[in-house]
């Protein structure tokens, strides 16, 4: 069966202290891999599409990197408005046209 | 340009009562979604438009649920009889092409009293 686990599922780090979130996936192929923050009371806002191993993508303090199993959304110098819950999903062929998501790191940076 | 609008933003209904939620999708997506987000749980799709293409309703709880779509405008999601159990943020979301990312509404609250 096709899943989507993202861990944790709750970080707190202080301010500049850098870390990572990580989704695994056990799908049989990857359309794409697409990261998402979502903060309290609005809906997931897209930061990134990953399509194959080996990518990577950035903006800002976040960088997403992607194997043949698992994504990370590495966080530098993480700043108190970076706090949200990050979502991954996937996307896999023959299953027409959902994404899988996961359910989500909460992330809390303190001052 | 504008992005996925979702109407009301809340919404309270007694138990039994039949609801509609709206959604205006980006203009030029061809694709639309709806999820259901139970309070700390994950995306749960419900149902996905494309075109004039036959929806993929197969993610549709029960036959309380239904969901329209006219042409690549607008949609609306119809609970009826809601259950205290339909309380949820249900989020539409909408896509250009084939492989593109979902953007996402901020969601309708509803809450079956």
């Known amino acids: 069966e096709d899943q989507v686990t993202q861990s944790p599922e709750a970080l707190r780090l202080q301010e500049g202290e850098s870390s990572s979130l990580n989704c695994s996936y056990t799908v049989s192929g990857l359309r794409g891999l697409f990261w998402y923050r979502q903060d309290p009371g609005k809906g997931p806002e897209f930061l990134f599409t990953?399509?194959?191993a080996g990518e990577e993508k950035e903006k800002e303090r976040l960088k997403a990197t992607l194997t043949k199993k698992e994504s990370f959304l590495h966080i530098t110098a993480p700043k108190p408005e970076d706090s949200a819950t990050y979502l991954c999903?996937?996307?896999?062929?023959?299953?027409?046209?959902?994404?899988?998501f996961g359910t989500g790191t909460s992330l809390t940076v303190i001052p | 340009g504008a992005g996925v609008s979702q109407s009301p933003s809340n919404k309270v209904t007694e138990k039994g009562k039949d609801v509609e939620l709206r959604c205006d999708p980006i203009s030029g997506h061809t694709a639309l979604y709806w999820y259901r987000q139970r309070l700390g749980q994950g995306l749960e799709f419900l149902i996905y438009f494309q075109g004039n293409s036959a929806p993929d309703k197969s993610g549709l709880p029960s036959d309380r649920f239904s969901a329209e779509r006219t042409g690549e405008s607008v949609s609306t999601l119809t609970i009826q009889r809601t259950q205290q159990e339909d309380s949820a943020v249900y989020l539409c979301a909408s896509r250009r092409v084939y492989n593109s990312p979902l953007h996402f509404g901020n969601g309708t609250r509803l809450t079956v009293t």
């Open positions: 990953l399509y194959s």
């Open positions: 999903a996937v996307q896999v062929p023959n299953t027409g046209n959902q994404f899988y």
